[in-house]
């Protein structure tokens, strides 16, 4: 059996793996783990990997027209009656990205000695040198060059781009 996408009504990722599942079809749902602003304040939320798709395993031939007609299912990616399979590499490759409780959480790739810059919150826009990370993990310190002082910032790592 392959791996296929479910293009999903808007916000129905969780219906429609539900609804999937009890019909006993495999399904993979990735989340995404992110800092976003709520309220104005950063909070960590999940969400979809890929908002509106989630990825089904099934026989075509045998289950097309009922997960075409499931609950908060819009279609299957392909054509009419023939849908696309999704290699299975790439199906292993966002699961080996996830952490033990399911989910992705994309980190920039910045090493020590690194020319970053701050995007978010009070000091954005400043330029500065990663310095190291703490044992957070979410957290790093970067020394901040301004007129004639370095200064040593923590700050959440996801507020970082690498320049």
């Not at 989340?31 to 976003?36: A, E, G, H, N």
């Not at 979809?48 to 075509?60: G, M, N, T």
Request: aromatic fraction near 10%; charged fraction near 30%.
């Amino acid at each position: 059996m392959n791996w296929y996408a479910i293009y999903t009504k808007p916000k129905q990722e969780d219906r429609v793996e539900e609804n999937l599942s009890r019909a006993s079809i495999e399904v993979f749902n990735p989340k995404l783990r992110r800092k976003k602003p709520v309220r104005g304040k950063y909070e960590q939320v999940i969400q979809p990997l890929f908002p509106c798709y989630v990825f089904a395993r099934f026989e075509p031939v045998k289950q097309y027209h009922m997960i075409k007609y499931t609950r908060g299912v819009s279609g299957i990616l392909g054509n009419q009656g023939s849908p696309w399979p999704v290699g299975k590499e790439i199906i292993d490759i966002i699961k080996s990205r996830m952490t033990g409780d399911g989910v992705i959480v994309i980190r920039p790739d910045i090493k020590v000695g690194d020319k970053v810059e701050i995007t978010e919150g009070p000091m954005a826009g400043f330029i500065g040198i990663f310095d190291r990370e703490m044992k957070d993990k979410d957290r790093v310190v970067v020394l901040l060059n301004t007129i004639e002082y370095q200064a040593r910032v923590e700050i959440e790592k996801e507020a970082l781009k690498k320049r």
